[in-house]
């Protein structure tokens, strides 16, 4: 019977061959180990991704953000240069072609004053979708800022901000629109952005709060403060980055129904007014006189209802790529 093979770092007496077996396993282990060949997909294992890269690298394989995201592109493009797609007037009207339908070089037809549809649909993205920017912009600054602060100090100042929020949210968007526009005689944007702001921060302080209560309990920030950090470099450096990406989801949603909501109430007669050139204007315009010349109607409300869909599909998919759970 043969004997057992003893490892040559265990030869010796008592406590001094063990303790040499244990530091040559150690040894053996802490080696790096020999390179080979990558995984399969060809992406090295390293370095682990982040949130926001893994995120991104989920996306440009969803299709619906595909999609969404080129017709945002396209309708970003002809809102900042609306004249490389129609080299008409919009303001231009001739009453002999007054609701004719399309015609060569024209083909959406004209409206009630004879104007180019076709050119007043184009056109009219630069007011959508500068309302929708500048309100959701607003919105989620204030709405972070706010919620930020509250769910981070907490104590009366969250007290304060929730018993606010509550008197905002108790405010009808329609009625408190109608209200408080009917008295605007200003014919830009910006009054319908202030107040599409002032109805919309509330939701989204609400996200932003909860969001920071909860990434202010992980031990990382525990770490940071018992280390010493301050209160602005805990916000700015740990939690910020950690609680922004629920705000970005609604904020990305919430464009697209502001968007609805500035064409609804220029429809009722409260939001942008003429001689701006916007959809829900030419919506209102055209709808008594739908059974004579629906085409009046159609485009401009075929245009609104395509940019909504691209803006909420587009949050849809950010969300699922940034929600783990939903993966």
Same mark, same amino acid.
């Given at each position: ?233 805990? #916000? ?18 919430? #464009? ?72």
């Amino acid at each position: 019977m043969s004997e057992p093979h003893v490892p040559q770092e265990a030869i010796g007496h008592g406590d001094g061959g063990t303790a040499a077996l244990a530091i040559g396993e150690a040894e053996s282990l802490s080696r790096a180990p020999a390179p080979g060949p990558p995984p399969p997909g060809g992406e090295p294992t390293g370095k682990p991704r982040s949130l926001w890269s893994d995120a991104w690298h989920d996306l440009r394989r969803n299709p619906v953000f595909v999609v969404s995201a080129l017709v945002i592109v396209f309708l970003m493009v002809i809102a900042l240069w609306p004249q490389l797609i129609a080299t008409g007037n919009p303001y231009r009207a001739d009453l002999s072609k007054a609701q004719q339908g399309a015609a060569p070089g024209h083909p959406f037809g004209y409206d009630t004053q004879g104007r180019d549809v076709y050119t007043r649909v184009v056109y009219g993205a630069r007011a959508s979708i500068t309302v929708g920017t500048c309100a959701t912009a607003g919105a989620a600054l204030l709405g972070s800022l706010l919620g930020g602060l509250a769910g981070f100090f907490g104590g009366w100042w969250d007290t304060l901000l929730s018993r606010l929020a509550d008197i905002f949210f108790g405010i009808p968007v329609l009625l408190g629109g109608l209200v408080f526009l009917s008295v605007v005689t200003s014919t830009t944007v910006w009054p319908v952005v202030g107040f599409i702001v002032l109805l919309g921060w509330p939701q989204i302080s609400r996200i932003a709060r909860g969001s920071v209560v909860t990434a202010k309990q992980n031990d990382y920030v525990q770490a940071a403060r018992a280390l010493g950090a301050g209160n602005g470099r805990m #916000l700015l450096r740990h939690i910020a980055p950690n609680a922004i990406a629920p705000v970005i989801v609604v904020a990305t949603i919430a #464009l697209g129904t502001y968007i609805a909501l500035e064409a609804t109430l220029s429809y009722l007669g409260a939001g942008l007014k003429p001689p701006t050139v916007s959809w829900g204007i030419d919506i209102s315009a055209a709808s008594t006189h739908i059974r004579n010349a629906p085409h009046m109607l159609l485009w401009p409300a075929g245009a609104l209802s395509i940019t909504v869909l691209a803006f909420i599909m587009l949050g849809d998919a950010v969300r699922d790529a940034l929600d783990p759970k939903l993966r």
